[in-house]
């Protein structure tokens, strides 16, 4: 059976009581791993929000967004915090940044915003893009020119297509309301252009996986990219 | 004349304030044609078969081959009737029955 994930869900973290509500929602729609934005301030005690989600069965791994105005704060901040964090997302609103966040392979998950001089996610970015490119669903369900968001969402997911790059897709939500079923978030996907089972990995496999993956390397942070331990033999042995 | 197939759609409807059928069908009709237009309307032959009681859980019907394009006109509903609203479906089916006997297993 496919295990779905929503890899950005915003809540409020001491809101439990919405918080709760969405995990009920979640639960139903068969979301198995949920990416919570937990700021650095608030990573260290856990916030009671993750227990929350955890409760209902819920996988929850901590993300980190980062909007970094230069290419060196950008630096600084993965090697700052990269360690502490399950899923690590740049937004990419300056063309310096974008550079380099897809390329670096502490990046996992990549953001064009709306706004911006980085002009937005180009050929020549696809084609080196080692991290996935994320859509997300609050893009288009916000109030005001829908149809020139469409089309640009439109324009970057044909790009990651023709270059092969990832494209996950998630919500953004910080209330119940603004969730939706990552079935629903795939079928969005397919009609902006994704092969449906492209589409249906960009909400099930690749999220899953980049958690999974960035588990074992803060688990095992001496291990090289593509290594993975078999078996341990005893000390005395 | 063949018999055009159809697919079935459970719709999860969250809101604050329960809302009507007529608000439900309503909110569906105009997001397929925002999205699809008249033209796409037409294909995808949308057509609500019920509502639950408690005014939450919709049932919709369309043409087999429309199946992503009805679910991504429900994605992008974001207000019904002025209230925010959120449309998720819960469960696909190819026969009415068996998307009853699928929910209610479900629910056990």
């Known amino acids: 059976m496919k295990q779905y994930a929503d890899l950005h869900i915003c809540p409020r973290l001491d809101d439990i009581s919405n918080a709760r509500s969405m995990a009920n929602v979640l639960s139903e729609l068969e979301t198995r791993v949920v990416g919570l934005v937990v700021p650095p301030d608030q990573l260290t005690p856990t916030p009671p929000t993750v227990n929350t989600f955890m409760e209902l069965g819920i996988d929850v791994a901590k993300r980190l967004n980062l909007t970094p105005r230069s290419r060196e704060e950008l630096l600084r901040n993965l090697r700052r915090y990269r360690s502490k964090y399950e899923i690590v997302a740049v937004d990419c609103g300056i063309a310096s940044v974008s550079r380099?966040?897809?390329?670096?392979?502490?990046?996992?998950?990549?953001?064009?915003?709306?706004?911006?001089?980085?002009?937005?996610?180009?050929?020549?970015?696809?084609?080196?893009?080692?991290?996935?490119?994320?859509?997300?669903?609050?893009?288009l369900t916000e109030a005001w020119g829908f149809q020139a968001r469409l089309h640009r969402v439109r324009r970057e997911i044909e790009i990651a297509a023709e270059a092969s790059t990832v494209v996950i897709g998630s919500t953004n939500a910080s209330s119940p309301c603004e969730l939706r079923a990552p079935r629903d978030v795939a079928a969005v996907l397919h009609v902006l252009g994704l092969s449906l089972e492209a589409a249906l990995n960009g909400v099930s496999v690749i999220p899953v996986a980049i958690v999974k993956e960035n588990r074992l390397r803060m688990r095992e942070p001496d291990l090289e990219e593509g290594v993975r331990i078999v078996e341990r033999k005893a000390h005395n042995e | 004349m063949s018999r055009t197939a159809h697919r079935y759609l459970?719709?999860?409807?969250?809101?604050?304030?329960?809302?009507?059928?007529?608000?439900?069908?309503?909110?569906?009709?105009h997001s397929v044609e925002e999205m699809f237009g008249k033209f796409g309307s037409a294909e995808i032959k949308a057509r609500l078969m019920g509502v639950s009681s408690a005014g939450d859980k919709a049932t919709f019907r369309c043409a087999l081959g429309s199946v992503e394009k009805l679910r991504t006109a429900l994605a992008m509903i974001s207000h019904v009737n002025g209230q925010p609203a959120a449309a998720m479906v819960v469960k696909s089916s190819g026969t009415i029955k068996a998307l009853r006997v699928r929910f209610q297993r479900q629910q056990k």
């Not at chain 2, 459970?10 to 009709?29: G, H, M, N, W, Y």
């Open chain 1, 100 to 139: 380099v966040a897809v390329r670096d392979r502490r990046v996992d998950i990549v953001r064009f915003p709306k706004r911006g001089s980085g002009g937005g996610f180009r050929g020549n970015l696809a084609r080196t893009c080692r991290a996935a490119l994320e859509f997300n669903m609050s893009e």
């Open chain 2, 10 to 29: 459970l719709v999860r409807f969250l809101t604050k304030d329960p809302i009507s059928a007529q608000a439900i069908e309503e909110a569906v009709r």
